[in-house]
């Protein structure tokens, strides 16, 4: 079975300093990648997410990932956090099936 | 438009009683979820629809109960509440095409 692991629980940066969380997978064929962001006490929120092309992508306040095929990886990166990216943050994949596949998620901590 | 909405926002439970959490989209999207979000564990998947009168079980399904009876709708139904299932509930819906999953606001249910 697919399943998806995030390499930390919990992170804590101070402001501007750059951000990187793992997300790893297990299956091998083809997939779609997401980034979810859930800010305290919301729903899920997309931040980016990967199906095929530029391996490197893009998404919304300032976040990108990378795809890399080789390793299973599909890890966030921001170059400099702020406060408000404080929030939770999970790793999804979808295989050629259905189901979305969640990580454990990891929570973001940001100090002003 | 309102995209995934549900129904009730809070509910607190004897052990023992039954109810039903409503999930609706209005996106015409052919999969629906329902997942539950516990401390520590992410978004475990409880029972998913690719389709109108189509149900299948997830990674938890035991102690819950989905119907997809039209194609907007997607209930969830616990028979006899357990302690256990005090959770956070969100629904989510996808489209075959975009695969991006739309989440709702969330149901917090405890059960004492």
């Known amino acids: 079975a697919q399943s998806v692991s995030q390499h930390n629980h919990h992170v804590i940066l101070s402001e501007a300093a750059s951000l990187e969380l793992g997300c790893n997978y297990s299956?091998?064929?083809?997939?779609?990648l997401f980034w979810y962001v859930q800010y305290p006490g919301q729903h899920l929120q997309l931040l980016l997410k990967?199906?095929?092309?530029?391996?490197l992508v893009k998404g919304i306040k300032g976040f990108e990932a990378e795809f890399i095929k080789s390793k299973f990886s599909f890890n966030l990166r921001k170059p400099s956090v702020q406060w408000s990216d404080t929030a939770e943050y999970f790793c999804?994949?979808?295989?050629?099936?259905?189901?979305?596949?969640f990580g454990p998620g990891t929570r973001l901590s940001v100090l002003p | 438009n309102a995209g995934v909405t549900q129904t009730p926002k809070f509910r607190v439970l004897k052990t023992g009683q039954s109810m039903t959490l409503l999930c609706a989209q209005d996106?015409?999207?052919?999969?629906m979820y329902w997942y539950r979000q516990d401390p520590g564990m992410g978004l475990r998947l409880i029972h998913y629809?690719?389709?109108?009168?189509?149900?299948a079980k997830g990674e938890v399904p035991d102690g819950y109960n989905v119907s997809r009876l039209k194609k907007q709708n997607f209930l969830l139904g616990l028979e006899s509440a357990a302690p256990s299932q005090t959770s956070v509930y969100f629904c989510?819906?996808?489209?075959?095409?975009?695969?991006?999953?739309?989440f709702g606001q969330g149901t917090r249910l405890t059960v004492v």
């Open positions: 989510a819906s996808s489209s075959w095409e975009g695969r991006e999953a739309f």
């Open positions: 299956y091998g064929g083809t997939v779609n």
């Open positions: 990967y199906f095929s092309g530029d391996p």
């Open positions: 999804a994949v979808i295989e050629d099936g259905q189901n979305f596949v």
């Open positions: 996106m015409n999207h052919e999969y």
């Open positions: 629809s690719v389709g109108e009168g189509t149900t």
